[in-house]
């Protein structure tokens, strides 16, 4: 028995010896730095938030993981983190970091990501990144740096992912970014540019996705992102001057993604984007724009998602997406619109998620087709509701059962108010209005037809005016004939004829009043008002001018007639004129041989007839 518990003692102490060497073994190769903890197991030290003044000494040579933020690290000397050589992660965020000295981080060679947000650094001196040949990620942001200076990130060759953000940044030089040959994401946000660092990011040729936020740009010039034609994803956000981008702002980019939000644009920019054919995602949001024209985006084929949200909006015209047989998405919530009709679509069939909710809709024949695909379009649990008219107001779509939709989602066709006939009869220069008003629910639009039934806009010589009065400028003699006034809305159409008669200047008798006999504006047809003091129509007449340049002639006449009157009382006060004067002259000297050589002058002189 007693040598049973010797046997058992001896094993016992052969364990605990054996325990107690692989702990001391242990120890001895993975020492920890006071006031940090240690984890073996992931390889990882961490020191945060230990208001340390200095990095500290005695890191394990295996660790992997460093995270050295929120404390108060000022500077970080050459070579500071040498013999670290299988360091993975290093952060030193949220410090107050304002010098890093050139070689800092030499040695750190397998080092891939490396995070310094937060600190005070106010520029990075060409060759701090030496020796991170294998740095996939680099967080600078939140920092002071004014300027991205030449050869900044030479040293960083395989960095893929850069946040430059919440800089101070005023400057990037054209070389900045030379050497980041695969760069694919570049992050700017809330800088001090004023203008896109054009010459610095055509260094980037293997870019694919570029944020650009809340910077103080007010254009996009042309080819600002030339050379990047492996970029796929843009976006500008939150840049509130930026209201203009040039027609080829965009050429040369291949993009699938573009988001231009939180800016100053008023117009969908058409142009710039026409030519990306492979764009899928697109957004505009909370930009003042107030139409969607029609016909001006089919050559976005490839387009699945458009956003617009909580702009401006007032209006998308038929016609609108008409071309985009891919489109599947659309988020136009928050907006001013009273309406979406159908033939805004190419095709309603592939829409699967539609957003219409925080406008004002008008319940009517326009949002039927909205109403009846409510079960199978997906509304991103955000119903739409009807803002009037009054008796289905705040009702949302879903509250509407099939067989109340014919009577309470109605339409009332157009029709032409006043169909008095209006016949006008102007001479040559004359301004012309012709009125047309309608009804109808909802609201029609008024639209005119020339004689030839074209459509006339808005602007130039003849044009529409906002309250739908055709006006007729400086009226011409080809501008006679008939004009078609059409009301229409999405329950039909009514349209009202008016005449136009314009006689030219050749013709006129230039004795008779100014509206002969037979060319008078009807007193019985005020819908037609002419204008008779029109600046550009002649003022005056054959007589007139006769008058007026008499009365010219006889003045000048009188004017000379004075003149010479006063000059004959005036010489007659100066007494006898002559009518001869002499001149005395001295003729040139003459120089003889003979008589000694004597020098004889002679005198002269004439006499001139006055006149």
């Known amino acids: 028995m007693f040598v049973d518990v010797v046997v058992q003692w001896r094993i016992w102490a052969t364990l605990l010896l054996l325990w107690m060497t692989k702990f001391l073994a242990a120890g001895s190769s993975w020492p920890c730095p006071q006031r940090c903890d240690c984890y ?9 938030g230990r208001l340390l003044m200095t990095v500290p000494e005695g890191f394990p040579s295996s660790v992997q993981l460093l995270n050295l933020s929120r404390n108060r690290l000022k500077t970080l000397s050459r070579r500071q983190f040498s013999g670290l050589a299988h360091l993975w992660e290093l952060d030193l965020s949220d410090n107050l970091l304002s010098m890093i000295e050139v070689e800092a981080f030499q040695g750190l060679q397998n080092l891939h990501t490396l995070r310094i947000r937060r600190n005070r650094l106010k520029i990075i ?12 990620k680099l967080d600078i942001s939140g920092n002071e740096i004014l300027v ?7 040293e960083l060759s395989s960095l893929q992912w850069l946040e430059g953000g919440e800089n101070d940044l005023v400057f990037i030089s054209p070389q900045a970014f030379v050497g980041l040959h695969s760069l694919q994401e570049l992050n700017l946000d809330r800088c001090n540019l004023t203008s896109i660092p054009t010459e610095a990011l055509s260094q980037l040729q293997a870019l694919v996705r570029l944020r650009l936020r809340r910077l103080n740009i007010s254009v996009l010039p042309n080819y600002s992102f030339r050379r990047l034609s492996r970029l796929r994803s843009l976006t500008i956000s939150h840049c509130p001057w ?7 702002s965009l050429l040369g980019l291949n993009l699938t993604s573009l988001t231009i939000s939180h800016s100053n644009l008023t117009t969908v920019p058409y142009t710039p984007i026409h030519h ?5 995602y697109l957004d505009l949001s909370y930009n003042p724009i107030t139409t969607v024209h029609a016909n001006l985006l089919g050559d976005l084929l490839r387009l699945q998602e458009f956003h ?8 998308i015209e038929p016609g609108a997406f008409r071309g985009l047989t891919h489109l599947r998405l659309l988020n136009i919530s928050s907006n001013q619109l009273t309406t979406l009709e159908e033939s805004v679509f190419h095709s309603v069939g592939n829409l699967e998620t539609l957003r219409l909710d925080v406008n004002p809709l008008a319940c009517d024949c326009r949002l039927l087709w909205v109403v009846r695909r409510r079960l199978r379009l997906d509304f991103d649990g955000r119903q739409p509701s009807c803002a009037s008219p009054y008796k289905v107001q705040g009702r949302e779509f879903r509250d509407f059962t099939e067989t109340a939709l014919p009577s309470l989602f109605t339409c009332r066709p157009a029709r032409i108010l006043n169909r008095k006939p209006q016949e006008a009869r102007v001479e040559e220069g004359h301004t012309v209005h012709f009125y047309c ?7 029609p639009s008024i639209s005119w037809l020339t004689p030839q039934l074209g459509a006339i806009s808005s602007t130039g010589r003849i044009r529409i005016l906002s309250n739908g009065t055709l006006e007729v400028r400086y009226a011409q003699v080809q501008d006679s004939g008939t004009y078609l006034c059409v009301a229409s809305n999405a329950a039909g159409n009514d349209s009202f004829a008016v005449g136009l008669h314009v006689r030219g200047f050749s013709s006129r008798n230039r004795s008779s009043p100014f509206y002969p006999g037979g060319w008078i504006v009807p007193s019985a047809l005020p819908a037609a008002n002419i204008s008779a003091q029109d600046p550009k129509a002649f003022p005056f007449d054959a007589k007139t001018m006769i008058i007026a340049v008499t009365m010219g002639f006889l003045s000048f006449l009188s004017s000379v007639a004075i003149c010479f009157v006063f000059m004959f009382f005036w010489s007659q006060s100066k007494g006898q004129i002559k009518h001869t004067a002499t001149i005395d002259f ?5 120089t003889g041989t003979g008589g000694g050589g004597s020098d004889r002058a002679e005198t002269g002189r004439f006499t001139m007839k006055l006149i």
């Open 276 to 280: 990306l054919v492979y764009l899928r």
């Open 586 to 590: 001295v003729p040139r000297t003459s």
């Open 437 to 443: 008003k309608a009804d109808g629910d909802p609201s």
């Open 40 to 48: 073996k197991e992931v390889l990882e030290v961490n020191c945060s």
């Open 148 to 154: 991205f200076l030449d050869f900044t990130f030479h």
């Open 308 to 315: 617009l949200v909580g702009g401006s909006l007032v209006r």
């Open 242 to 248: 930026l209201d203009t981008l040039a027609s080829n």
């Open 125 to 136: 001196t060409v060759g701090v990144f030496s020796g991170l040949s294998s740095l996939r």
